[in-house]
């Protein structure tokens, strides 16, 4: 018996010897992911007033025009709500002229591709955040129970104030980023629909002739 506690000392020393080396890169973690959900979200904030504003025009409008007068779409695409969907204006603008025949469909697969990385950005917080957050309340945890045994309550107090912060932080990061990524999907998917129809139009179908993927979340709530 001795032995096992003798071979599992130095494994234990070394596992809170470990811990205690990320604590700190964990906090900052946990703080500049809060930053970045800070970005989007102020990126997303741009986004929406230039959808609101008494300027704003729909998508399909915008991609029609474009379409029916490639010479003019750089300014006409500067009129979307978003640099995306002014790129896909652009690239549906270029394919038009294309000899390929399935130009416009690569244009919309291009923009869906771009759709999804910025989309899984927000989704790696989803994640991220609520883990780093996990991480940033444990690892606190050993030294205060320590401390509490040898009856060293300011020590206890700091560490479970460290802890208890870095909870907050990282279901605050999950949170945001979860509605983010709902909100940008809705209004992502509602653009592509958009162009869609545009191209349909342009082309006498009644219908979008271009499947798009599901753009989804890709995470669960935190």
Same mark, same amino acid.
Request: proline letters at 6%; glycine letters at 10%.
């Given at each position: 018996?001795?032995?096992? %506690? @003798? ?32 970005? +989007? ?19 399909? *409008? =915008?991609?029609?025009? #474009?379409?029916? *007068? ?15 969907? /002014? ?5 549906? @603008? %270029? ?9 416009? +469909?690569?244009?919309?697969?291009? !923009? /869906? ?15 991220? $955040? ?6 940033? =309340? ?14 060293? !309550?300011?020590?206890?107090?700091? *560490? ?14 999950? =949170?945001?980023? !979860? #509605? %983010? ?6 209004? !992502?998917?509602? *653009?592509? @629909?958009?162009? /869609? ?8 179908? @009644? ?8 753009? =989804?979340? $890709?995470?669960?709530?935190?």
């Amino acid at each position: 018996m001795s032995r096992i %506690l @003798a071979a599992s000392d130095p494994a234990s020393q070394a596992l809170s010897g470990l811990a205690s080396v990320l604590e700190t890169p964990v906090h900052v973690l946990a703080v500049l992911l809060l930053g970045i959900l800070a970005y +989007e979200l102020g990126g997303l904030g741009m986004e929406a007033w230039r959808r609101v504003s008494p300027r704003a025009r729909p998508v399909q *409008d =915008t991609a029609g025009r #474009a379409l029916a *007068d490639p010479d003019a779409a750089p300014g006409i695409a500067r009129e979307t709500p978003g640099p995306l969907t /002014e790129r896909a204006v652009l690239d549906l @603008a %270029l394919a038009v002229r294309s000899p390929r025949t399935d130009a416009i +469909e690569n244009a919309l697969a291009g !923009y /869906e591709l771009r759709i999804q990385r910025k989309l899984d950005r927000t989704r790696m917080l989803v994640r991220a $955040g609520p883990a780093l957050g996990l991480m940033g =309340t444990l690892i606190p945890l050993a030294p205060g129970l320590s401390a509490l045994g040898e009856g060293n !309550y300011q020590q206890l107090a700091g *560490d479970l104030k460290s802890a208890f912060a870095a909870t907050v932080v990282g279901i605050l990061v999950g =949170t945001g980023a !979860y #509605a %983010l990524t709902l909100v940008r999907t809705r209004i !992502y998917t509602e *653009d592509l @629909a958009g162009l /869609e129809r545009a191209v349909a139009g342009r082309e006498g179908h @009644a219908e979008p002739h271009h499947r798009h993927v599901e753009l =989804t979340v $890709g995470g669960d709530a935190p």
